[in-house]
């Protein structure tokens, strides 16, 4: 397997522009989450899907932000406008965790997309 | 809820030296731990975890942690520490989705 692919590496847009960040998860895997990390607050939980149902949202930080799994094999996370303190590294994982795995199911993380606002 | 604390933000050991990077949990249940590491402009990468089959746990690269209930510590330790392990290093809990804490840059100097 590929492990999880995130698309673009990087992105510079100007502020108030619309951006859209990609992931596909691991085949086969359940739960995908959407990380952000900066050297200020570190690696946040934005988000976590549970079988393309969001289960736990509350680390958007915004309205601005929304995330979306229209499937088991792809994720987005939109940021409509986009403003200069959303600069950071945004990374996506994925695992098997869910009702029936075992709670020490480890998370497979992406390359990550740095987002550059100006 | 499952959270982990780290101390020290900046560790720097000497080639060759013992690593120890420091990871304390808070919750009243059995934990889910682990313990990532990120190289520079890279995804983390899981070193080692806690599955409660036993409280010392060896990982990859010569790393290994010791789950300790009654200091609800997950320390992470290698007896002697190499230049190629200069990198950041995550202890993590799994409760509602994985939850890191703050991290601790290691630096190895020759």
């Known amino acids: 397997d590929a492990g999880v692919i995130q698309s673009p590496r990087h992105e510079v847009t100007e502020m108030g522009q619309e951006v859209t960040l990609r992931c596909k998860p691991i085949?086969?895997?359940?739960?995908l989450f959407w990380y952000r990390q900066t050297m200020m607050r570190g690696l946040e939980l934005l988000i976590y899907?549970?079988?393309?149902?969001?289960?736990?949202d509350s680390g958007m930080p915004e309205d601005r932000f929304s995330a979306k799994m229209p499937n088991a094999s792809f994720s987005t996370l939109k940021i409509q406008p986009s403003e200069p303190r959303d600069s950071a590294v945004y990374f996506c994982?994925?695992?098997?965790?869910?009702?029936?795995?075992?709670?020490?199911?480890?998370?497979?993380f992406g390359q990550g997309t740095r987002l550059t606002v100006v | 809820a499952q959270s982990v604390t780290q101390l020290g933000s900046h560790v720097s050991v000497s080639e060759g030296a013992l690593v120890l990077l420091r990871c304390n949990y808070s919750?009243?249940?059995?934990?889910?731990l682990f313990w990532y590491v990120q190289y520079p402009n890279q995804g983390l990468q899981l070193l080692l975890k806690?599955?409660?089959?036993?409280?010392l746990v060896k990982g990859i690269n010569g790393f290994e942690a010791e789950f300790k209930k009654s200091e609800t510590s997950f320390h992470l330790t290698k007896p002697s520490a190499h230049m190629s392990d200069a990198a950041e290093y995550f202890c993590?809990?799994?409760?509602?989705?994985?939850?890191f804490g703050a991290g601790t840059r290691l630096t190895v100097k020759p």
């Open positions: 994982a994925s695992s098997l965790l869910g009702q029936n795995s075992p709670r020490d199911t480890e998370a497979f």
């Open positions: 085949s086969g895997h359940n739960s």
């Open positions: 899907f549970n079988n393309n149902v969001p289960i736990d």
């Open positions: 919750s009243s249940v059995p934990p889910y």
């Open positions: 806690y599955t409660s089959a036993a409280t």
């Open positions: 993590a809990a799994q409760g509602a989705g994985m939850r």
